[in-house]
């Protein structure tokens, strides 16, 4: 979506609006630590996120890979930057041709720095001289498809002659098809309210968004504002000056200053609701700022799905996806990639393209070193250390496992004890969700989608198990009406009880003047395709250990020689809300008798969808 539409969705509704800006690191381990720092920042509500440019195509493929991720992974809006320096037409033709397909919709088109090691601005050969040139080629080539940002200088641009040649430059790039502008960092408001009063003296309509630079210790900020020419008040300089060996208390001091501009900008009657933080790849400023001004959130913010939703052009309308991949998010994208449409927003059924192969390379592969796997999960030599791996997974002792990309979901802590158990009874659980009945869509671990709408969930397992057990399954299941299974080898031979190819429906939610949603399902097509990634995973831990070791001897036949098995246990209104996992353990208050081990004394919460823990909701699934 264009940023300008967002914003007027904002201010239609009252509410005030912000933005972060980004740049792309120059390392692999830095790029890996922004990602992490973006996916908790989000919780914050950005409106959208700006990622810096590289010229030259320094950093420029690491801006295009960010605004990717930005869209197909974290769901956010991206305003990508583009600059004319060092940029021949033809990169420049390339940099907005991946922006395009990556269903990026802004762009904020800039002059730029001198390149490195000039202080005299070149335009480059068969580039462009001028921001305002790029406007007009972006807009001759790609007509509205871009909002086009350009920037504000609220202290004076540096090379302008006078303010009203200023304004008469910044009035063109308009009329030649700019949409917002994003300003300079600026401290003084009474410079700020001055400017804006000039910009629309000269008949300049378009949103302003105010740039905002966190104040995280005093030598930054004092090497900051001298690298910009930054007017600082003198009223700012005396509070901070005496604590200039005192990083906290400059930080806290700062974040009084910045969120009293903040409030003066949004308050001072200039039409201004926006603000756009300069983060600098930080995380405690702006988080601090927006806290003291009361826009942090109370609880983490309810998704639109319960999976997080791509923005990709040709995602934009999934709305259905299978739940084997919920914790594998990169790897259902990856596998997908290449496909042409979403059918009626679905993933796809038999008709649809084949999932891409597991190989090397796109992200489907085990993120662990050989270092961090023994740091996880020691050196299992014995079937039953496995199952304790996985037990403690489920207890939270142990934070990650070969098929998740993180720690399990918060709704995994109602179930966790059932889990713990059928682990150490061998069933070797890699995906789980629990059974919900109606939960208010604001539920702060089941709840997603608009608000006044409920949600439901069918309680699902999915494990590795030996063929003995498995064969003893099977015969179970046939007693149970409510199961339904599938059971697939490494192989490929599959078994189930499920005689339809049409997918099963295991999450779906109601909502006022909507129709049912059913974001998640289970389905033979799709299950066949994971099993090879599932099995593959396996085997790949089995190979962080050397060969012939035992626990890659362990590890390896389990592996090759385990089913892998689905269970979705339909009557998600049973009273009993532990059901499903009778066939495994009997009835909790069996098994602790029975003298299975468990952190609780067999006692579980109750999974009727009305858990209480607070934590993340870390996609479909609850494991």
Not at 33 to 44: D, F, G, T, V, W
Not at 132 to 152: M, P, S, W
Not at 326 to 340: H, I, M, Q, V
Not at 391 to 413: K, N
Request: glycine share 8%; aromatic share 10%; charged share 25%.
């Amino acid at each position: 979506m264009k940023i300008s539409e967002r914003i007027k969705n904002k201010e239609t509704s009252g509410q005030p609006y912000f933005s972060f800006e980004y740049f792309p690191p120059k390392t692999p381990e830095g790029v890996a630590n922004l990602y992490a720092r973006i996916e908790r920042m989000r919780e914050l509500g950005p409106t959208f996120i700006d990622i810096t440019w590289g010229a030259g195509g320094n950093r420029a493929d690491t801006t295009a890979q960010f605004v990717k991720a930005a869209h197909e992974e974290f769901g956010l809006e991206t305003c990508m930057h583009l600059t004319c320096t060092d940029m021949p037409r033809d990169q420049i033709d390339k940099a907005l041709e991946d922006a395009y397909n990556s269903g990026c919709h802004n762009i904020l088109a800039l002059r730029g720095d001198p390149p490195k090691g000039q202080t005299e601005w070149v335009a480059p050969e068969n580039g462009f001289r001028h921001a305002i040139d790029l406007v007009r080629f972006i807009r001759q080539k790609y007509g509205d498809h871009f909002d086009i940002a350009i920037a504000g200088f609220p202290e004076g641009h540096p090379d302008r002659t006078s303010k009203e040649e200023e304004m008469k430059h910044m009035k063109a790039k308009v009329d030649a098809g700019a949409t917002f502008i994003f300003t300079q960092m600026f401290y003084d408001f009474e410079m700020f309210k001055e400017w804006v009063h000039d910009v629309r003296a000269v008949g300049i309509n378009i949103p302003i968004i105010p740039g905002i630079m966190p104040i995280q210790n005093y030598a930054q900020f004092k090497k900051t504002t001298k690298w910009f020419g930054t007017v600082v008040p003198q009223a700012w300089e005396d509070a901070l000056a005496p604590h200039k060996d005192d990083d906290e208390k400059v930080r806290q001091i700062g974040t009084q200053l910045v969120s009293a501009l903040c409030r003066n900008i949004l308050d001072g009657g200039l039409d201004i609701h926006g603000l756009h933080f300069y983060t600098m790849n930080l995380e405690k400023g702006t988080r601090m700022i927006l806290k003291e001004l009361g826009f942090v959130p109370d609880k983490e913010l309810v998704n639109p799905l319960p999976w997080r939703p791509s923005l990709t052009h040709k995602r934009r309308a999934e709305s259905t996806r299978p739940i084997f991949w919920a914790n594998r998010t990169k790897s259902y994208l990856a596998r997908t990639e290449t496909w042409d449409e979403f059918p009626n927003g679905r993933w796809g059924d038999s008709r649809s393209p084949a999932f891409g192969e597991v190989r090397p390379g796109i992200g489907l592969g085990m993120k662990q070193t050989r270092e961090d796997a023994i740091k996880l999960w020691d050196t299992p030599e014995t079937v039953e250390q496995v199952r304790k791996i996985f037990a403690d997974f489920c207890r939270g002792r142990i934070s990650t496992l070969p098929w998740s990309e993180g720690p399990a979901a918060a709704e995994t802590s109602s179930i966790s004890e059932p889990l713990a158990l059928m682990n150490e009874r061998g069933y070797l659980t890699i995906n789980s969700q629990p059974a919900v009945d109606g939960e208010k869509s604001n539920h702060p671990v089941h709840g997603w989608g608009p608000k006044n709408g409920y949600v439901y969930q069918k309680a699902y397992l999915e494990f590795f198990v030996s063929p003995t057990q498995a064969e003893e399954l099977f015969t179970i299941f046939e007693k149970e009406p409510a199961i339904t299974y599938h059971a697939i080898t490494r192989a490929g031979e599959l078994f189930s009880n499920v005689t339809s190819d049409s997918p099963n429906a295991v999450t779906w939610g109601v909502f006022p003047g909507r129709e049912l949603v059913q974001p998640t399902v289970v389905d033979k097509e799709s299950f066949q395709a994971w099993k090879d990634e599932a099995f593959e995973l396996g085997r790949q831990w089995a190979n962080l250990y050397p060969a012939g070791s035992k626990a890659n001897e362990v590890l390896n036949e389990i592996f090759n020689t385990y089913y892998l098995v689905n269970v979705v246990h339909n009557d998600y209104r049973d009273p009993d809300s532990l059901a499903i996992f009778r066939p495994f353990i009997g009835t909790i208050k069996d098994a602790s008798v029975n003298g299975s081990s468990s952190a609780n004394n067999g006692e579980v919460a109750s999974t009727n969808g009305s858990s209480t823990n607070h934590g993340e909701v870390n996609g479909t699934n609850g494991h």
